[in-house]
């Protein structure tokens, strides 16, 4: 590309310095050249984004809103009864928090001392 730039503008200062055009037409054959320079390289950007894009597995919001319609038809058409159905499997029920039951540490009874029987002579 870069050679198509210096080829394209040694063209144009080749036919100002020998009078064929006027800078004025030659700034403006340059503006439209460099427009479509590039809209052809946003368009070339475009189909590799769109083919890298493809091949990691993603798709278009506009298709993706396109599955999303024909879905909410095919459960409309099936009846309130499915899609209330499909609405409570969807809703997952609520998970009760895992809580640890910590024994309560009891202490051990306290033990009163040994009382020695005294023998009285």
Same mark, same amino acid.
């Given at each position: 590309?870069?050679?198509?730039?210096?080829?394209?503008?040694?063209?144009?200062?080749?036919?100002?310095?020998?009078?064929?055009?006027?800078?004025?037409?030659?700034?403006?054959?340059?503006?439209?050249?460099? =427009? /479509?320079?590039?809209?052809? $390289? +946003?368009? !070339?950007? %475009?189909?590799?984004?769109?083919? #890298?894009?493809? &091949?990691?597995?993603?798709?278009? =919001? /506009?298709?993706?809103?396109? $599955? +999303?319609r !024909?879905? %909410?038809?095919?459960?409309?058409? #099936?009846?309130? &009864?499915?899609?209330?159905?499909?609405?409570?499997?969807?809703?997952?029920?609520?998970? !009760?928090?895992?809580?640890?039951?910590?024994?309560a540490?009891?202490?051990?009874?306290?033990?009163s001392?040994?009382?020695?029987v005294?023998?009285?002579?």
């Amino acid at each position: 590309m870069a050679n198509d730039l210096f080829s394209t503008l040694r063209t144009y200062l080749t036919k100002v310095s020998e009078g064929e055009k006027s800078p004025a037409e030659i700034a403006a054959a340059l503006n439209v050249w460099v =427009r /479509e320079s590039g809209e052809a $390289l +946003k368009s !070339k950007i %475009e189909e590799e984004v769109e083919s #890298s894009v493809s &091949k990691m597995g993603f798709v278009k =919001r /506009e298709e993706f809103d396109e $599955l +999303k319609r !024909k879905l %909410e038809a095919m459960n409309s058409e #099936s009846g309130p &009864k499915k899609a209330s159905s499909a609405k409570a499997a969807k809703k997952s029920p609520a998970k !009760k928090s895992a809580t640890k039951k910590v024994a309560a540490k009891k202490s051990p009874a306290k033990k009163s001392p040994d009382k020695k029987v005294r023998k009285s002579a």
